[in-house]
């Protein structure tokens, strides 16, 4: 499974979404609170994280100086990867709605 699939099947919430968009990941969202989540999904999803951020135009030099540990990077790229997720979605809502989807 791939990251967006993982993330289509956990966000089947549209208001979720909008949430995330409007309060921001970190706010503590099920499954994206503790170290020990973020780190399973940074283990399991890397690549398609680090596909998603440079998607964005992010490359890793960019991230890895602003935090002093791998641990946190780690929690910022997944929660990084949500957000961008999650504004995409946003996004589609919004482009659906304006075509009467």
Known sequence: MRFIEFLD???CNSQEIREINHRGISAGF???REVWELDYLYEH????IH???EETGYV???LKDEYD???????KLVWFAVSTYCLSRTDALVEGKD???
């Open 45 to 48: 999803f890397e690549a398609d």
């Open 60 to 62: 890793d030099s960019d």
């Open 9 to 11: 099947q956990r966000f």
């Open 30 to 32: 099920d499954g994206f």
């Open 51 to 53: 596909e998603i951020i």
């Open 69 to 75: 540990n791998e641990e946190t990077l780690r929690m």
């Open 99 to 101: 075509q009467g989807v």
